[in-house]
């Protein structure tokens, strides 16, 4: 449901003047709202960031085991 045209206008001098009081606030909501909505207007689940971040966790720790697997062949064989 979208807000009507007052309503909008209501909304956006109630940011005018958190802004003009509090500009750290101001900011702070801002970020927050940028982070959560993802770009798409929508919040992104929880689990769906925890899934991404174990992911990418995940990869990272068996690269860094390929290496050091690699490294130990490697002094292995040179020895």
């Known amino acids: 449901m979208s807000l009507s045209g007052r309503e909008r206008r209501i909304l956006a001098e109630i ?5 003009r009081e509090d ?12 982070i959560e ?3 798409d207007g929508f919040p992104q689940a929880y689990g769906d960031r925890l ?5 990418a966790h995940v990869w990272v720790i068996f690269s860094i085991g390929a290496v050091v697997i690699v490294l130990l062949l490697l002094a292995v064989l040179t020895t």
Not at 15 to 19: I, N, P, S, V, Y
Not at 23 to 34: Q, T, Y
Not at 51 to 55: C, D, G, I, N
């Open 37 to 39: 909505s993802d770009g």
């Open 23 to 34: 500009p750290d606030l101001a900011k702070r909501v801002a970020a927050i709202n940028k």
């Open 15 to 19: 940011e005018q003047a958190l802004e």
């Open 51 to 55: 899934r991404m971040w174990a992911l």
